[in-house]
């Protein structure tokens, strides 16, 4: 809309139903638009918590062994192990001991040490194995980055202030001139 004094701009957005909004204040002169300050805080609010619904966090995954395993079940484990970790997961690998396996923790550690190293290209081992009470565990973090959520069928992704280009309910930037104090806008 040009270059204005602060007052008339003031005038301009109060008559149009706007805020007037300071978006570049370094400029020369300070440009500024005019827009309906609470649409554009509640678009904010609610294009942070869609993107905050669609990130994904790490999970903490368990895998439970037994000494006794067996090869076919060892390996689906390993398996089952190695999907999670390229999903960016943690992992927990305990070994459960039942009555007289207790007072053979070297088989556990076998196990847990020979599972570490099934799964040593896809996570690193962060804690060596250790007893507490009837189990042993190690804990294996991923070496991949989390995958994000396919958007379901329907769903838009998500676009930024910056490809949307304007802003829902935005008028256009008013360029300002400096010839008064700005007033400061308030989010309510």
Do not use: C, W
């Amino acid at each position: 809309m040009g270059v204005m004094p602060t007052l008339d701009a003031l005038r301009l957005a109060q008559e149009r139903g706007y805020d007037l909004v300071e978006v570049a204040p370094t400029a020369s002169p300070p440009v500024t638009r005019l827009l309906d300050y609470g649409q554009y805080k509640y678009e904010l609010a609610k294009r942070d918590k869609e993107a905050k619904r669609k990130s994904r966090s790490v999970e903490f995954k368990e895998i439970r062994l037994k000494p006794k395993i067996g090869q076919g079940d060892f390996d689906t484990k390993v398996r089952r192990a190695i999907e999670f970790l390229e999903e960016g997961d943690r992992i927990k690998v305990a070994v459960q001991f039942r009555g007289r396996e207790l007072t053979h923790p070297h088989l556990g550690r076998e196990l847990l040490n020979k599972f570490a190293d099934q799964v040593k290209d896809h996570g690193a081992l962060e804690r060596a194995p250790l007893l507490e009470g009837k189990s042993m565990h190690i804990t294996i973090a991923s070496t991949h980055k989390p995958k994000q959520r396919e958007p379901a069928a329907g769903e838009k992704p998500p676009t930024t202030q910056a490809e949307a280009g304007e802003v829902e309910g935005a008028a256009p930037a008013v360029a300002v001139d400096a010839a008064g104090p700005m007033p400061a806008i308030t989010g309510e």
